[in-house]
Each structure stands twice: as structure tokens, then as C-alpha cells.
T-cell receptor, first 113, second 113 residues
Framework: DGGITQSPKYLFRKEGQNVTLSCEQN?????MYWYRQDPGQGLRLIYY???????QKGDIAEGYSVSREKKESFPLTVTSAQKNPTAFYLC????????????FGQGTRLTVV | EDQVTQSPEALRLQEGESSSLNCSYT??????LFWYRQDPGKGPEFLFT???AGEEKEKERLKATLTKKESFLHITAPKPEDSATYLC??????????????FGQGTILTVHP
């Protein structure tokens, strides 16, 4: 079954810690994206990647970092510089050149404790 | 700046009571408008893509339409299982956007039996 897998589903972070959220896809999509969702604010773009070893900042990249070493994988690190990291994080992938819609993973809920 | 506004923020319907959700957008150039359904704690699930004014798409009790300034998601004779948050997103035309989506804040639909 093709799809996007995010892990873990729930993640707890202590103040000052960096944490990494995993996102893997087997849809052979070129582009991958990370969005953040807060109540009442819809989804906001953190980072996106068009191809391996290349990525671009989205609207709210401060305090986050990403890597794209493989086509299938696009992990997101939430650093200690992110002042309000508690949110629902969603990973997506698509083939923009073919005009396909974006497919989403099931999300990771990050909570600062 | 690209903007997407959804209304109403929340909608409560009785089973069988038809209604519509609105998505107004302001973009430099529209490549596509997307509708997603999101259940609590889950990732968004793709419903429709609309590309040009006048286009319509249907799926079971849902019908999406598009004009040059807005899109409607019509729900005919809804059932309790249609309860979810409905998200609207736009994809902007242009080489640097590469499939990025700009989302509205969503409409929370509750259908009572």
C-alpha cells in the first residue's frame, strides 16, 4: 500500500531539547512538505523540498530544520529555538509537475512538558 | 499576498439538512483549488481538485464548484458521518511555488442525527 508514514504519533519534549519527527513516503513523489496546524489557524507551511538535497523555507521556518538525503524521507527537527512548539505536525508529498494533489500523513502531535 | 478565507468557522446541521461551505481566495494566479476532509487527530484526506472557473466535481453527497473568486462545497442530505473539518487550499501558478498549498482555517461541520 502506497502512502506517507509519520512517526511517532505522539511526542513529548522538555524545554531546551531538540526533537526529530520522521516522515517517509513510498509514492515516488518528488516534492515533500511539512505543515504545522494550530487550533483555528489552519495549516501553515514550515519547509518544503523539491528534490533530494534541496529544500526551501516556508512561512514559519524559524526554529525548525530539515534534511532531504533520500527521495523517500524528509525528517523535521524542532529545535530549542522554537518558542512555541506544541502543535500538530503534518507531512505531505506530491508530484507538482504532474499536477497531482498532496497526500498527507496521519500527523505527529508534539507537546512541550 | 495569497489569502484563503473559509466561512462559516463552524456549521451545525440536522441530518438531511443540505447546506454549503464557502472558500474565498485572493491569489496572483490560481493553478488549482483543493478541498480536504480532516477527522479529529488525523491527517487531511483529499476530496477534490478544481482548476478553472465553472468547473464542478461530485462525490457521493458532496459537490464542489469554482468561480474566479470563491469555491463552494455543497453538502446534500448530510449524515452524521459527514461530520469533520473541511479544509480549502489553493496552489499558486508559477515556477517557484512547486506545489505549495495555502490553506484556509477550515470549517468544522457537525451533523446531528
Amino acid at each position: 500500500d502506497g502512502g506517507i508514514t509519520q512517526s511517532p504519533k505522539y511526542l513529548f519534549r522538555k524545554e531546551g531539547q531538540n526533537v526529530t519527527l520522521s516522515c517517509e513516503q513510498n509514492l515516488n513523489h518528488d516534492a515533500m512538505y511539512w505543515y504545522r496546524q494550530d487550533p483555528g489557524q489552519g495549516l501553515r507551511l514550515i519547509y518544503y523540498s523539491q528534490i533530494v538535497n534541496d529544500f526551501q523555507k516556508g512561512d514559519i521556518a524559524e526554529g525548525y530544520s530539515v534534511s532531504r538525503e533520500k527521495k523517500e524521507s524528509f525528517p523535521l527537527t524542532v529545535t530549542s529555538a522554537q518558542k512555541n512548539p506544541t502543535a500538530f505536525y503534518l507531512c505531505a508529498s506530491s508530484n507538482p509537475l504532474r499536477g497531482t494533489e498532496a497526500f498527507f500523513g496521519q500527523g505527529t502531535r508534539l507537546t512541550v512538558v | 499576498e495569497d489569502q484563503v478565507t473559509q466561512s462559516p468557522e463552524a456549521l451545525r446541521l440536522q441530518e438531511g439538512e443540505s447546506s454549503s461551505l464557502n472558500c474565498s481566495y485572493t491569489v496572483s494566479g490560481l493553478r488549482g483549488l483543493f478541498w480536504y476532509r480532516q477527522d479529529p487527530g488525523k491527517g487531511p484526506e483529499f476530496l477534490f481538485t478544481l482548476y478553472s472557473a465553472g468547473e464542478e466535481k461530485e462525490k457521493e453527497r458532496l459537490k464542489a464548484t469554482l468561480t474566479k473568486k470563491e469555491s463552494f462545497l455543497h453538502i446534500t442530505a448530510p449524515k452524521p458521518e459527514d461530520s469533520a473539518t473541511y479544509l480549502c487550499a489553493v496552489q499558486v501558478a508559477g515556477g517557484t511555488s512547486y506545489g505549495k498549498l495555502t490553506f484556509g482555517q477550515g470549517t468544522i461541520l457537525t451533523v446531528h442525527p
